[in-house]
């Protein structure tokens, strides 16, 4: 009897520790992948992200910014319909053969209206600049940024969190607006948006959040570098009047320094045009104009001086989606490479920076 008891009792113990291997197993499932070290630096990431989405969501200088962009984007749809009930497109721009495009690009010469895009390029960068030139220095300010740098977080992810909650909201600030430009062009003008020109669109604002980012990642610089904040908001508020305003200024005079004769020969010429085109793509907002206009304008076959040797035998047809992409690959680069430079620099200042917790 004892004989047939053992091998029964055993039997049982290997089911009971088979039921718990599974149900091991199925718990395990559901921890994240990675060492607990990763795991904790994930939550608390995920966790700072969320706090700075929702300070500047319930903020009133966000509140105030998309309220002025929204109406900038009322204004500028109001006026591309002027346009075109006027008369306003021409050959040149695509004629009626991209006409969703021209919602973006056209303009009312009778209402003054600027179109989307110059709307975009100069309040975007006030996005930016109002999301990051605090972001640090006024934790430094209260006090809190020692306070939470001493929890169990690593220090790179509050520089992170700083920077992917900002760029979370323009991402959703700048495709909101633009998809609201799309429904209002698709609800006066009667018909839906080709592929092509949906795909064009979508990466116009994929730039533009890169454009934007840019203005970001400089801000959060200087809220780094200063301790005061409006120290911080004078400084990038001040490059960025600079590269609007007054770059185009300076690189006037030297082109009119550096001239040529009418009379030169054709490669004195396009020397000299090809050195005030390398010094006005120096500036960012060049770059992004040059961009989202060869996006949005399939019509545009080159960015840079042209000669009757390459005119010759040129087929008058706006470019494909590709053709467009790779005329404006170069800028595109020149615009992704310097966001990168200054989240580079911010972060390596960061990293370096003492922070002394107040007592």
Request: proline residues 4%; hydrophobic residues 50%; aromatic residues 10%.
């Amino acid at each position: 009897m004892k004989s047939m008891e053992a091998p029964l009792q055993q039997h049982i113990r290997n089911l009971m520790n088979g039921f718990k291997e599974s149900i091991r197993k199925i718990l395990q499932k559901d921890k994240p992948a990675g060492t607990p070290r990763e795991r904790s630096s994930v939550s608390s990431l995920r966790i700072m992200i969320g706090k700075e989405i929702g300070d500047h969501i319930y903020s009133w200088r966000f509140v105030i910014l998309i309220g002025i962009i929204l109406l900038a984007c009322i204004g500028s749809i109001y006026g591309a319909v002027s346009a075109i009930r006027g008369g306003s497109l021409d050959n040149n721009t695509g004629g009626d053969e991209f006409l969703f495009l021209r919602m973006f690009t056209l303009t009312s010469a009778s209402l003054s209206i600027p179109s989307f895009t110059t709307f975009l390029s100069w309040l975007g960068p006030l996005i930016g600049i109002a999301l990051g030139f605090d972001a640090v220095n006024s934790e430094r300010n209260k006090g809190t940024l020692g306070r939470l740098l001493s929890q169990p977080i690593y220090r790179d992810d509050f520089i992170i969190a700083k920077f992917m909650a900002a760029l979370f909201l323009i991402f959703v600030v700048v495709f909101s607006l633009g998809f609201l430009v799309m429904g209002l062009s698709l609800f006066t003008i009667g018909y839906p948006p080709t592929p092509e020109e949906f795909i064009r669109i979508v990466m116009f604002l994929f730039i533009a959040v890169i454009y934007i980012g840019f203005w970001l990642n400089l801000s959060i610089l200087f809220s780094i570098r200063f301790r005061q904040a409006a120290t911080s908001a004078l400084s990038s508020i001040a490059v960025w009047l600079f590269f609007t305003i007054f770059y185009s200024m300076i690189i006037g005079l030297v082109n009119s320094a550096t001239a040529v004769t009418q009379t030169a020969d054709v490669s004195a010429q396009l020397r000299q045009m090809n050195l005030v085109l390398m010094l006005n793509r120096l500036s960012p907002t060049e770059l992004f104009s040059e961009t989202i206009t060869t996006l949005l304008t399939p019509g545009i076959r080159s960015l840079g001086p042209l000669t009757m040797d390459q005119l010759v035998g040129a087929i008058s047809s706006p470019l494909s989606l590709g053709q467009s992409l790779l005329l404006v690959w170069p800028q595109l680069t020149g615009l992704i490479a310097a966001t990168m430079v200054c989240f580079g620099i911010s972060y390596a200042l960061f990293m370096r920076q003492e922070v002394r917790s107040r007592a």
